[in-house]
């Protein structure tokens, strides 16, 4: 099956620092990606969506300046955590859409110190 | 009022028996999508089976099916034969809208745990 790859699989930073997660999709062309965000022990919630070579589309609550996303090629996807802070300590999940299969990465566990 | 209802927020299954996990969904379009993902311990999201709004079949993808009964807008997963490497997190999720369009969207899951 489509195989969705991201980077890093986890990663600790200190208050005010940016961060990048990156997402391939590694066997298909995507033109849409998704970004969403899980807290403990709760379902997903959908940050943005994000399709080739335009603009993300935010969810209401989402800032999109603090959460950058750029979708530069059919198969990558970016998600920049920007002036991170604890609480936005949290499970981030990429996904990317085939024919009607969503698949998703495997995560990326963002702890701000 | 929800879009995915997942009344079950945890499930014990002994090994090799099968188990229902519930899902009822909330749309008013013709053409959506419902899908089912695990996610273990780990965290990945695991597609595991989709049925659309057209198909008039129940999926089945190896040990799992997919019970959908339209009328009733549920769409229950059945795992047969449980493994101890079935236990994790399940969700249902439904896109609306014909063909791709539409986001995912989840319930809140059932925790699934496959006793020895």
């Known amino acids: 099956g489509a195989v969705v790859s991201q980077h890093p699989s986890w990663v600790i930073c200190k208050s005010g620092t940016s961060v990048k997660i990156e997402c391939r999709s590694l066997d298909f062309q995507a033109t849409t990606m998704f970004w969403y965000r899980q807290f403990p022990k709760q379902s997903l919630m959908l940050m943005a969506t994000?399709?080739?070579?335009?603009?993300?589309?935010?969810e209401q609550g989402v800032e999109k300046d603090k959460f950058l996303i750029n979708h530069a090629s059919l198969t990558l996807s970016t998600l920049t955590v920007t002036s991170a802070h604890p609480e936005d300590s949290s499970f981030y999940i990429c996904s990317a859409r085939g024919t009607y299969e969503q698949y998703f990465g495997p995560g990326t566990r963002l702890t701000v110190t | 009022a929800q879009k995915i209802t997942q009344t079950q927020p945890g499930m014990f299954v002994q090994e090799k028996e099968a188990v229902t996990l519930d899902c009822t969904y909330d749309t008013s379009d013709q053409s959506y999508g419902l899908f089912w993902y695990k996610q273990p311990s780990s965290g990945e999201m695991i597609f595991l089976i989709y049925q659309g709004s057209y198909d008039e079949q129940n999926a089945t993808e190896g040990r799992y099916s997919l019970n959908f009964q339209k009328a009733r807008k549920s769409a229950n997963l059945v795992i047969s034969a449980s493994q101890l490497g079935d236990s994790a997190m399940y969700f249902c999720a439904m896109r609306e809208g014909p063909g791709s369009q539409g986001n995912l969207i989840f319930g809140k899951g059932t925790k699934l745990s496959v006793k020895p």
């Open positions: 994000s399709n080739e070579g335009s603009k993300a589309t935010y």
